[in-house]
């Protein structure tokens, strides 16, 4: 069945770039049914969403976080990235990546229909 | 901007026991086609996120059919009928219409 693993460095110093990669194995990104995403988790937080992209290369981004992220499929299909720039302590989180079931409706609205699965998560802390 | 608002925001629970949890969102999950867009996860200790609910009743597979999600529009429940010990952790409702958002989350545990 579909595995997805986040990777990338665990720790980044502030006002830099948190840049990481999640791995598909045993599936394939190119399917129109599906968008690919990114969530965090700060330690003893709740979960934010942060962005999501299609195979195509369409993305939709958190509004919160919008002028900071980018999110990418690499052209093997075989992964996709985040980056996220200008990273300040708060940023400190669990980050996973995860399939979405869902499309965007008529108005270009997302409509989804459940994440799953995600990665294992990965921690990044923001520090000098 | 759209809140998603849980509650109890804690919940303890005898084993064999029913729980419930709240979530309403400020906004309408109700979408022109019919359908609900809410969401119900749950995170156990060291664990990632496991989709329990999806379009606000319908079960993610391999879910017990212990679990039960309704509700419409801007009000709605995650139902677990009979409590056991495998459902310790943090359970999240998440709105999957336009602007993904969670709950704060509901953290269960067994008395």
């Known amino acids: 069945q579909l595995q997805l693993q986040e990777s990338g460095p665990g720790l980044v110093k502030p006002s830099e770039t948190l840049s990481l990669s999640c791995t598909v194995s045993r599936g394939s990104i190119s399917s129109s049914s599906y968008y690919w995403a990114w969530f965090r988790q700060p330690p003893g937080k709740g979960l934010e969403w942060i962005g999501s992209i299609h195979y195509s290369g369409s993305t939709y981004f958190n509004p919160s976080l919008k002028s900071r992220v980018t999110i990418a499929v690499d052209t093997s299909k075989t992964h996709f990235s985040l980056n996220l720039t200008s990273v300040t302590a708060s940023d400190t989180a669990v980050y996973y990546c995860?399939?979405?079931?869902?499309?965007?409706?008529?108005?270009?609205?997302?409509?989804?229909?459940?994440?799953?699965?995600w990665g294992q998560g990965t921690l990044v802390t923001v520090s000098s | 901007d759209n809140v998603m608002t849980q509650s109890p925001l804690s919940l303890p629970v005898t084993p064999g026991e029913p729980a419930s949890i709240s979530c309403r969102s400020t906004q309408s999950l109700l979408h022109s086609n019919g359908f609900n867009y809410l969401e119900w996860y749950l995170v156990k200790p060291g664990q990632s996120p496991q989709l329990l609910i999806y379009l606000g009743s319908i079960r993610a597979s391999g879910v017990p059919d212990r679990f039960i999600g309704y509700g419409s529009g801007t009000d709605f429940s995650l139902k677990i009928s009979r409590v056991e010990a495998d459902d310790v952790g943090v359970y999240y409702c998440m709105r999957a219409l336009q602007t993904i958002t969670f709950g704060q989350g509901t953290r269960l545990e067994i008395k």
């Open positions: 995860a399939r979405l079931s869902g499309a965007l409706d008529d108005d270009g609205i997302w409509i989804g229909a459940g994440s799953k699965p």
